[in-house]
């Protein structure tokens, strides 16, 4: 019997450096069924020559003409996925020759479990993990679980998760079809937990897999200290929040806020000034004055998040209970909160490793 189609959904901008690594993994895969989908987000390295010249026979291309974010450019790529199975994957990333077979085997096993988190481990050290699915702290923000650990198999047993990782990540079509796919209003940054607990609040699973490994290059396709950054997780982990969280949970929500911060500004504070690029240095009165900038973007997007909160409590199918149960399963602890390397994780905007923090 013929196993399901796979559409693998590679982003691209500017990752010229990276791409060959990226898709020759994927050339390598066991699994037989899948097509491989790239989204060029208006890059101007070369990556175009790249994929003309060594991959045109083997990658579907869509161009963009400018940069659209991680949410809308791989948005385009699902529109175009002919699989039953959608897998999201960074281009600054390489897979094992099993990986595709891991993911779609376990979203076989049950049609309940509507995303698969991937074994990501650091590309230039891959014995200590990446990320094995996304965890939540009461004001919205989230992290990739296992973050930084060295790989001991602490994780080498499969388990629900909250969500999953888009570095890396299966969404069955049938739950992107029901819930919707990416917010592109969150440009990037924090657009995987929205869409993953648009995923849970429809009754949908999410599972971690740990026999389906990628290597990601940390970083690799932006910066590792910008204030860009430092904009997009603090606007988006709010309207996480907004969209999301049960009324008690919003009223507290100033002061976990408050808390985080001063974790977090603690932190800072005890940051060497780092480089986000090889050209741009970046200090620390820009991160905080991109924070500044956040919150008033925060209060001009607020009926718009409203009206999203409206659409999505009106379909929920899980019950409060259950999304409470979330923070004590899958909750982070206050230790998880610090920023010695939170602003400098994640790249840039299409090949990044995402999370809200």
């Known amino acids: 019997m013929r196993k399901p189609l796979a559409s693998v959904i590679v982003l691209n901008w500017n990752g010229s450096a990276y791409l060959e690594r990226c898709l020759d993994s994927l050339k390598k895969q066991t699994y037989e069924n899948f097509e491989i989908i790239l989204v060029d987000n208006g890059s101007t390295d ?3 020559d790249i994929i003309s010249q060594r991959y045109h026979d083997t990658v579907k291309l869509i161009k963009n003409e400018y940069n659209l974010g991680f949410a809308e450019g791989n948005n385009i790529g699902i529109g175009f996925a002919q699989g039953k199975y959608i897998i999201t994957l960074n281009n600054d990333t390489e897979s094992d020759p099993d990986w595709i077979t891991q993911l779609v085997s376990a979203a ?6 509507g995303m698969c988190a991937s074994r990501i481990l650091l590309f230039e050290n891959p014995g200590v993990i990446d990320s094995v699915g996304v965890k939540i702290y009461f ?47 969150f440009f990037f940054y924090c657009e995987d937990t929205d869409l993953g607990l648009r995923g849970r609040f429809a009754g949908w699973k999410a599972v971690y897999v740990p026999k389906a490994k990628v290597r990601h290059l940390y970083s690799g396709t ?23 969280f049960p009324l008690p949970l ?33 200090r620390k009165p820009q991160i905080f004055i991109a924070v500044l900038k956040a919150y008033g973007s925060l209060g001009r997007s607020l009926p718009t998040v409203f ?25 982070l602890k ?4 610090v920023l010695v390397n939170n602003f400098a994780g994640g790249a840039g905007s299409p090949g990044k490793k995402n999370a809200c923090m």
């Open 250 to 282: 919003l009223l507290a929500l100033p002061l976990f806020t408050l808390l985080r911060i001063f974790v977090q500004t603690l932190s800072v504070l005890l940051l060497s000034d780092r480089k986000s690029s090889p050209t741009e240095k970046v």
């Open 46 to 48: 070369g990556s175009l």
């Open 139 to 185: 004001d919205g923000t989230s992290k990739q679980r296992g973050h930084l650990e060295t790989d001991r198999g602490q994780y080498s047993h499969s388990e629900e998760v909250l969500l999953p990782s888009a570095c890396a990540a299966l969404y069955r079509k049938q739950m992107l079809e029901e819930v919707g796919v990416f917010d592109k209003d």
């Open 334 to 337: 206050m230790e998880d909160l």
């Open 108 to 113: 076989e096993e049950n049609d309940s479990i």
């Open 307 to 331: 009206r999203k909160r409206k659409a999505i409590w009106g379909k929920k199918k899980t019950k409060d209970p259950e999304i409470y149960g979330w923070f004590k399963r899958f909750g």
């Open 222 to 244: 932006g910066g590792r200290f910008s204030p860009l950054k430092a904009y997009h997780v603090e606007r988006n982990h709010f309207w996480i929040a907004l969209k999301f």
